[in-house]
Structure formats: structure tokens, C-alpha cells
């Protein structure tokens, strides 16, 4: 057990200094999307909200914030039904709660640090606003997420607009300077799919070593191609896609040597005929019924396929 705790950490530092950018350049996620809460779930978003948590180091002692990219719904990154009329809050939370009473989706737990509203004016359109300065004790200290979390909340509270926007933590208020050694990680994934279908998205859930199983659920994907999982010892295997509007699930069971590392879910659209804007809702459960964060950039880096590896009996040749 030692060992794994010693191997676990030696991965988190080599996978995790550069995990601000929310999505990360390995996910190839263009934009997260949320809804105002007046909009179809065909859209793409069934709870029009979306919860993401940061992992601060416990050796960080100074001042940090999140920025937020495009939090408005009135520009060429947004998704405009008819006239813009959406607005979006973004809340961000610290303290006892903020990732304990509820890991699954967030919830309004813990205590409020910042809150902001936005709506229809150009002011952040194709720009960052900046939440903070926090101080790293005023997260949970949450030694499973490997540091002092906080979490932010993106809620569309009017309209039926699509908000597309990203995130970053930042050790500055006016640019992206990353903290070594910081994390991101959501427990539900509502994002968009690039429109060219030569592009391959990703999101990296991590395996302990007390998971048995594993079952995925995805919703809206409209039949736009494939979903595959990738592992040290599985190649594209199939997992069950939905349709327009439709949520589905199936299950896979973790093999041994997969214990302890993280897999490589990757959607592939389709060829021809693939949707120009497309959002999909996707979770993954273990045999516990608890729901496996996924974190921005993954722990022990991108799963590497090595095939099946078969240990021969001690003393034969």
C-alpha cells in the first residue's frame, strides 16, 4: 500500500503542474457550455449548471484566482437561439462542505467567497474576468483531492442561450500564470465537440485501486460517432452512444493492471454528416454507486496501451 501512496504521488506531480487551463490542452475540449434554465435538454444540457472544483497545494500560501473566459452570451463563441436573452452566475465557494457534502455535482455547500452575474453586454465577450484574490485557507482541506479545494459554479439562471466559456487558475489577476502543483476536476462533464470531425476529444477519469467496475452514462450525444475507451490494457473499446435527447449507459469492468492509473475516454465524430454544434453531458459511476471525478489533465499522464501482459510462473522458462 505504501508503494501505491508513493507511486500515486510521484504521478500527481508529474501530471498535474500544468492543469489550469479548464478544459486542458490534452482534453482538446474547445469550450464547457451551460444553458439558461428556459432551454431545451435536446440542446445538449440537462441541468442547465455545471460544477467544477480547484485543488489548491497545501504548501501554497499565497494569493490566487479563478478567471473566467467569455462568461457573457452575446458573442461568436456562444450558442444564440433567436435573440440573446441568457444570463449566466458564477459562484465560487470555499470552506468546510465546498466538495464533502456532496461530491457528485457541486451543490451550493460550503461558504460563498464570490458571485457574479452576467447577461447580453459585450463587455467580456472574447475576455477574462477575474474572480479573487483567495486565500488558499479559505478552501476545504480535503487531503483525497490533494490540497485545499474550491469549486465555482457556472448556473444559467434566464434565458435558453448556450454559454460557452473556460476556465483558469492563476496565480495572477490580469493573466494566466499557473500554480505548480494546482488541479481541476468535475464529477459531471457538459462540454462542446469541435465541429471538424478530424478532431478527437477527451476527459481522463482515474482509477484507485478499490474500483471493480466502471458505468458510463452520456446524454444527447446524437448518434455524432463514436465513444471509445483507451487504457494501459484495453484498445477502443466501444462504449454506448446516445441519441438526440436520449441518455444512455452501459458498463466496463477494470482490469488489474489498470488499477492505478487513468483512462482515456475519447470521442470521435463521425466522417460525414458530423454536427456542427455539439454538446454532450457525460458522467462515470464506480461499483460503489459514487461518481469518479475527472481531472483536466491526467494522473500518471495519458494511458499508454500495453497490450495483454502475462506473468509466467515463478521458476518456468
Not at 484507485?208 to 458505468?215: A, G, L
Not at 458510463?216 to 483507451?230: A, P, R
Not at 441519441?243 to 475519447?266: A, H, M, R, W
Request: net charge positive; proline share 5%; with cysteine.
Amino acid at each position: 500500500m505504501k508503494n501505491f501512496i508513493v507511486v500515486l504521488i510521484l504521478s500527481l506531480a508529474n501530471s498535474i503542474c500544468f492543469a489550469q487551463p479548464v478544459p486542458a490542452s490534452k482534453e482538446n475540449i474547445p469550450f464547457l457550455v451551460t444553458f439558461g434554465n428556459k432551454a431545451k435538454a435536446s440542446y445538449g444540457d440537462n441541468d442547465f449548471k455545471q460544477t467544477f472544483f480547484f485543488s489548491i497545494p497545501k504548501d501554497y500560501k499565497r494569493a490566487f484566482y479563478i478567471r473566467v473566459f467569455d462568461p457573457e452570451v452575446n458573442g461568436e463563441n456562444d450558442e444564440l437561439i433567436g435573440s440573446a436573452n441568457t444570463k449566466t452566475k458564477f459562484s465560487v465557494y470555499g470552506g468546510v462542505g465546498c466538495i464533502t457534502k456532496r461530491e457528485e455535482k457541486g451543490g451550493k455547500y460550503g461558504n460563498l467567497l464570490a458571485s457574479k452575474t452576467f447577461g447580453i453586454k459585450p463587455t467580456y465577450d472574447g475576455k477574462w474576468y477575474t474572480f479573487g484574490p483567495f486565500n488558499p485557507a479559505q478552501g476545504e482541506d480535503a487531503p483525497r483531492y490533494y490540497g485545499n479545494v474550491f469549486k465555482i459554479i457556472a448556473e444559467g439562471i434566464e434565458g435558453n442561450d448556450g454559454n460557452l466559456y473556460r476556465y483558469f487558475l492563476s496565480t495572477s489577476r490580469t493573466k494566466n500564470t499557473p500554480i505548480d502543483g494546482g488541479n481541476a476536476f468535475t464529477f459531471s462533464y457538459t462540454f462542446r465537440l469541435h465541429a471538424d470531425p478530424k478532431q478527437v476529444s477527451h476527459i481522463y477519469p482515474y482509477v484507485d485501486d478499490k474500483v471493480i467496475s466502471i458505468k458510463q452514462t452520456n446524454f444527447d450525444w446524437d448518434n455524432d460517432g463514436n465513444i471509445k475507451l483507451y487504457s494501459v490494457a484495453t484498445m477502443a473499446k466501444r462504449l454506448t452512444v446516445s441519441g438526440d435527447n436520449k441518455t444512455v449507459t452501459s458498463e466496463y469492468f477494470i482490469k488489474p493492471s489498470e488499477k492505478g492509473t487513468s483512462l482515456d475516454i475519447q470521442f470521435q465524430k463521425r466522417k460525414e454528416n458530423s454536427l456542427d454544434n455539439n454538446n454532450v453531458v457525460f458522467i462515470i459511476k464506480n461499483n460503489y454507486g459514487e461518481f469518479m471525478p475527472f481531472y483536466t489533465v491526467p494522473i500518471g499522464g495519458v494511458p499508454k496501451f500495453k497490450g495483454n501482459l502475462k506473468v509466467k510462473p515463478k521458476g518456468r522458462r
